[in-house]
C-alpha cells in the first residue's frame, strides 16, 4: 500500500522519520536531565567572584571611559548614558 500524493515522495518520509527520531531523543535526554538534577541537588552555591570596582575608587577618567562603553552597549541612540 502506497501513501498518497506528496507523502509517497521516499524524501518526505525519510524527513518525517528523522523528524520523530530526533524529537524522540530530545525528549528523551532532557527529561533524564531533568531527573538526575532532582535526584543530584546542587550542594555547592556559587561562589561569588570578586570584582576590583567594589573596593577601588575609579579615577575621573576611567569611570568617563566607562560610562563611554556603557553608553555603546546600552540600547537606543547614542550620545550621553541616561
Known amino acids: 500500500m502506497s501513501l498518497p500524493g ?6 518526505v518520509i525519510t524527513f518525517f522519520g528523522l523528524l520523530a527520531v530526533s524529537t524522540v531523543t530530545w525528549l528523551t535526554l532532557s527529561l533524564r536531565a531533568r531527573a538526575r538534577a532532582r535526584r543530584e541537588p546542587a ?4 561562589e561569588r567572584v570578586w570584582h576590583p570596582q ?4 575609579l579615577t575621573p577618567e576611567e ?3 566607562f560610562g563611554q562603553v556603557v553608553s555603546r552597549l546600552a540600547p ?3 550620545g550621553r548614558r541616561r
Do not use: N
Open 43 to 46: 550542594d555547592t552555591l556559587l
Open 54 to 57: 567594589e573596593s577601588v575608587p
Open 6 to 11: 506528496q507523502f509517497s515522495d521516499p524524501r
Open 76 to 78: 537606543g541612540p547614542a
Open 63 to 65: 569611570e568617563h571611559a
